[in-house]
DNA sequence: CTTCTCACA
DNA sequence: TGTGAGGA
């Protein structure tokens, strides 16, 4: 196939073909005479891919590496795609939806002030600013090298992980699941929690930001279904699940983004289903004292939060810094 | 009909 | 992240 042929049949310009060439994202062989580009049947797959993945926003450099992943994975790469591609998406959809949410509060501002304060505005200007710092969390902790040493790693790293075992089986407890329930484990690894859940006869499905994170958990238990996709883009229609849990995986998100995760949560829950996390987190005696790296959750505004949407709390404290918080919504 | 390069947003 | 022009 040559390249008019191309372009026509996928509708993009010719120009846009020998651009993605240029970038390195495909490579048509050329023929002999006189360099006239030759498109095969890999070719049309790769460039079909490529349409698909920028229309829903992926980058050039982004689309190129989930090209050669699919290459070096072989297994299925068609559902790899599409489920990156459905991920992709749903993050999108989360921005919206945030951008409708910004937009609506300056009309209220409008609307009874009829101006905008200063305030306001520079507010505004630093919601869209998060909203952009978001998207470059993607692979920020590097957790598809860990995903290999990830098992060993929660036994053993005593700061971080300490008490591991307990929070998973407290958690176990408190959501008290019936078996035949859904139940959604958000940045579930390599599914130690899902697992103990799915043991106990829930249909659990586990959400995680690495890919080979998930391979190892499928690899550990097959009967879990698995979704690429982080706490404010959960790969699910509204409505799916029981319950939510999580354990060691919400303090990375900034405090700015749990509100969010929290909507995201509830948009994914049936209309009383319940949340059960477990993580490190610092309550009111802690949080002058305890400067760390890693941003840690208030315990209490957690609550707070709940509370303030609906949830009635419980919390369990493991040790000092790691708590287990299961929230049920009132009525 | 194709190629490439230069410039431009 | 592409596009348009223009020569070969």
């Known amino acids: 196939m040559k390249i008019k042929e191309v372009a026509d049949k996928l509708k993009i310009t010719q120009r846009a073909i020998r651009f993605y ?6 490579a048509p062989s050329k023929q002999d005479d006189n360099q006239y580009r030759i498109f095969d049947e890999e070719d049309i797959w ?3 891919t490529i349409v698909a993945l920028r229309e829903s926003g992926m980058s050039i450099n982004d689309i190129k590496t989930a090209l ?23 993050s ?24 905008l304060p200063l305030d306001d505005i520079y507010t505004l200007a630093e919601g869209s600013r998060r909203l952009r710092e978001q998207r470059e969390w993607e692979d920020k902790w590097g957790f598809d090298q860990l995903a290999s040493v990830h098992d060993q790693l929660v036994q053993e790293d005593s700061r971080k ?37 799915s043991a106990k006869g829930v249909m659990m499905a586990g959400v995680d930001q690495s890919r080979e994170m998930l391979l190892a ?21 509204d409505g799916k699940f029981d319950f939510v849990v999580s354990s060691f995986a919400l303090h990375h998100l900034t405090s700015y983004q749990i509100p969010l995760a929290l909507q995201e949560m509830q948009r994914v829950l049936k209309p009383h289903g319940r949340i059960c996390i477990a993580d490190l987190m610092m309550n009111e005696n802690q949080i002058s004292s305890n400067e760390n790296d890693e941003d840690y959750i208030h315990l ?18 493991i040790n000092e810094m790691l708590y287990v918080v299961l929230a049920v919504p009132i009525r």
């Not at 060439?21 to 495909?26: A, F, P």
């Not at 999108?92 to 101006?115: A, F, G, P, S, V």
């Not at 209490?300 to 404290?317: H, V, W």
């Open 300 to 317: 209490s505004k957690l609550i707070a939060l709940f509370e303030s949407n609906g949830y009635i709390t419980k919390q369990m404290r």
């Open 161 to 197: 992980y300490k008490n591991y075992d307990e929070a998973l089986e407290h958690i176990v407890k408190l959501v008290s699941s019936i078996a035949g329930e859904k139940g959604l484990d958000i940045g579930t690894g390599t599914g130690n929690l899902a697992g103990r859940l």
């Open 46 to 48: 790769r460039l079909q």
């Open 217 to 237: 958990c499928q690899r550990k238990f097959p009967e879990m279904e698995t979704k690429l996709g982080n706490f404010l883009a959960l790969p699910y229609l």
């Open 21 to 26: 060439e240029d970038k390195g994202l495909i």
């Open 68 to 90: 050669s992943d699919i290459k070096a994975n072989g297994s299925s790469p068609l559902r790899y795609l599409l489920e990156l591609q459905r991920s992709v998406m749903f």
């Open 92 to 115: 999108k959809w989360i921005e919206m939806k945030q951008i409708i949410e910004t937009t609506d509060q300056m009309i209220e501002t409008l609307k009874n002030d009829h101006e």
